[in-house]
């Protein structure tokens, strides 16, 4: 559908063009401002071969959520069967007790760790904003950390520092696996030999 159309006016001079109305959307073409480049919107990170730390926040997100689910649904699903087994009841009652534990122990599960990650990646984002753009472990470990706290600061002191010593282990165990243990040689050369940072 074109909006503006174009009409040659044939002088004795010179063939020149005119905008006129358009006839659909009743504006005229003149009224609006003219650029001649296109107008593109980037996203963070783009024109780089790193993806940027508030874009991979919702892929770690919604994989963890999957995983959740996909542990909550096999969790529902052992339990379902149990209560099957003991009570014999029949097919409808049977069927029934599977759905509710599956999707009772599914949803429960997957909301727990879609909420962890969530608090994970804010805190990452803001460390990564404060220290200049760096992501490196460190951040991964604080911010681990800091989302075990928060997420059983609300279960009292003991469990507040239970959490954070969950994540900070989690996130330290993930940080020496996938980095081949640089941490504890940066740990060495910051602890052991601190002039030759």
Known sequence: MVDVSYIRHDTKD????ALVTSSYLNYSPEVLPRRPEPEYI????AGSKKRGRFELCFIEIGTWYTV?????TARGLHHGMKIVKRDKQNRTYNRTQLINNVLKHGGSVSNRFGTIFVYYSIFGIILEENRGDKYD???SIIAGTSAGLLYKSASGLR?????GLIGFGLTMMYNLISSKFTVIEKLKKTTIHPGNR
């Open 14 to 17: 010179n063939k020149e063009e």
């Open 42 to 45: 980037f996203l963070e990170g």
């Open 68 to 72: 959740g689910a996909t542990i909550g």
């Open 137 to 139: 472990n460190y951040n």
């Open 159 to 163: 469990n507040c520092g239970i959490g």
